[in-house]
T-cell receptor, first 115, second 111 residues
Framework: ETGVTQTPRHLVMGMTNKKSLKCEQH?????MYWYKQSAKKPLELMFV???????ENNSVPSRFSPECPNSSHLFLHLHTLQPEDSALYLC??????????????FGPGTRLTVL | RKEVEQDPGPFNVPEGATVAFNCTYS??????FFWYRQDCRKEPKLLMS???SGNEDGRFTAQLNRASQYISLLIRDSKLSDSATYLC????????????FGTGTKLQVIP
């Protein structure tokens, strides 16, 4: 399935590095999401964009910076991360974030390790 | 109380068995409910939505009990391929309609 793609799939970075995660959806959806999944924790919603406007920011540290240039692409810019930021970062998209029947489709995720 | 709570398991069941998972949610105004499946080191994938009247998809049956604020997933005739983590997902009403995931229940079907 290639509805939602993410690159890179794996990333190892030092605390002083700057990197970006990329997500692309080919489903014609209007909403895109970033989630963080750590071991033994539920998925944590980080950011939501609907029609390229940020509609939700769940008190995420400023070392994570999202960018949504259009409804098909979503980036997560990373800088000066901490080892506890190591996790699986999942991108999702949905037709629109405001309807009860709205269903999110996930990308394969980027497994991030911060040394 | 957690917004969405699930027994983490693992549930170890033999092939062919019937297994049921429950999920409780704290917000009585929650509007819609889903079960997702997540295989090890893979992304979550929608298994089924949960409707008020209950719904069935092959071997899978989902139920919603609004009065007691829980949803359930029943898997009949378990297959080895059903081994995965099952995530309960709750969507709130109003505004953006926030989506909250449970931590998941791990199922291991044993030959």
């Amino acid at each position: 399935e290639t509805g939602v793609t993410q690159t890179p799939r794996h990333l190892v970075m030092g605390m002083t590095n700057k990197k970006s995660l990329k997500c692309e959806q080919h489903l014609g959806h209007n909403a895109m999401y970033w989630y963080k999944q750590s071991a033994k924790k539920p998925l944590e919603l980080m950011f939501v964009y609907s029609l390229e406007e940020r509609v939700e920011n769940n008190s995420v540290p400023s070392r994570f910076s999202p960018e949504c240039p259009n409804s098909s692409h979503l980036f997560l810019h990373l800088h000066t991360l901490q080892p506890e930021d190591s996790a699986l970062y999942l991108c999702a998209s949905s037709l629109w974030g405001g309807q009860s029947t709205d269903t999110q489709y996930f990308g394969p995720g980027t497994r991030l390790t911060v040394l | 109380r957690k917004e969405v709570e699930q027994d983490p398991g693992p549930f170890n069941v033999p092939e062919g068995a019937t297994v049921a998972f429950n999920c409780t949610y704290s917000n009585s105004a929650s509007q819609s409910f889903f079960w997702y499946r997540q295989d090890c080191r893979k992304e979550p994938k929608l298994l089924m939505s949960v409707y008020s009247s209950g719904n069935e998809d092959g071997r899978f049956t989902a139920q919603l009990n609004r009065a007691s604020q829980y949803i359930s997933l029943l898997i009949r005739d378990s297959k080895l391929s059903d081994s995965a983590t099952y995530l309960c997902v709750v969507r709130d009403s109003g505004g953006y309609q926030k989506v909250t995931f449970g931590t998941g229940t791990k199922l291991q079907v044993i030959p």
